[in-house]
């Protein structure tokens, strides 16, 4: 089975700077999608960005971006310009491509806390 | 982003009794799925729906029960309610239509605290 891993619990940075998140996965597979997303205090789920793993280019979102490296199986996300509203717990996952997978691996979190 | 509600949005209950949660979709999504989340853990697959009446297992399924018998509508049962289910419940939807990009829409959440 897929596994996803985020060795940061917990970071923090100050307002404006810029912060990268940690993900690593394991799969035999060579076809998946991989998924940020963030919670927020509110509980919603929302989706950050997405990368197809047949594509090279990194995926960006406005202030966000991933470093995919596939081959290392890590999946990062970079942070620019933080903004207090960007405080939340971050999660990373993992899902085969296929019409009859559903099952979508997700990692245990980073909670991520901007400062003023 | 998807219509997607859950009732109720908060539940206490106590160990033994049968509690239903419920999942409404606008979005006419064929894919819908029921998560738990705790502490350290993430989000866990508990069941999911890939049509009306379609239903299998996910990753933590023992204890639980699902039902869906409109499109819309995706019923998570805890036939008696243990301790260890106390938890934040939320449902996703997906389309999985040609092109699309496999992302799950999430409600916003059911607390459940079993006493």
């Known amino acids: 089975a897929q596994t996803v891993t985020q060795s940061q619990p917990e970071m923090s940075v100050q307002e404006a700077e810029t912060v990268t998140l940690s993900c690593t996965y394991d799969?035999?597979?060579?076809?998946?999608?991989l998924f940020w997303y963030k919670q927020p205090p509110s509980r919603q789920m929302i989706l950050v960005i997405r990368?197809?793993?047949?594509?090279?280019q990194n995926a960006t979102e406005n202030r966000f971006s991933v470093n995919f490296q596939k081959a290392a199986k890590s999946f990062s996300l970079k942070i620019s310009d933080s903004q207090l509203g960007d405080t939340a717990m971050y999660f990373c996952?993992?899902?085969?491509?296929?019409?009859?997978?559903?099952?979508?691996?997700f990692g245990a979190g980073t909670r991520l806390t901007v400062k003023p | 982003d998807a219509g997607i509600t859950q009732s109720p949005r908060h539940k206490v209950t106590e160990t033994g009794t049968p509690v239903t949660l419920r999942c409404h979709q606008t979005?006419?999504?064929?894919?819908m799925y029921w998560y738990r989340q705790d502490p350290g853990h993430g989000l866990r697959l508990i069941h999911y729906?890939?049509?009306?009446?379609?239903?299998d297992k996910g990753e933590v399924s023992d204890g639980y029960s699902v039902s869906r018998s409109k499109t819309e509508d995706f019923l998570l049962t805890l036939e008696s309610a243990t301790s260890s289910q106390t938890s934040v419940y939320f449902c996703?939807?997906?389309?999985?239509?040609?092109?699309?990009?496999?992302?799950?829409?999430f409600g916003p959440g059911t607390r459940l605290t079993v006493t």
């Open positions: 996952a993992f899902m085969k491509h296929g019409p009859n997978n559903n099952d979508m691996r």
């Open positions: 799969t035999s597979e060579s076809n998946y999608y």
């Open positions: 990368q197809e793993a047949y594509k090279q």
């Open positions: 979005e006419n999504h064929r894919y």
């Open positions: 729906s890939y049509g009306v009446k379609d239903t």
């Open positions: 996703a939807t997906t389309s999985r239509a040609r092109g699309s990009s496999y992302e799950q829409y």
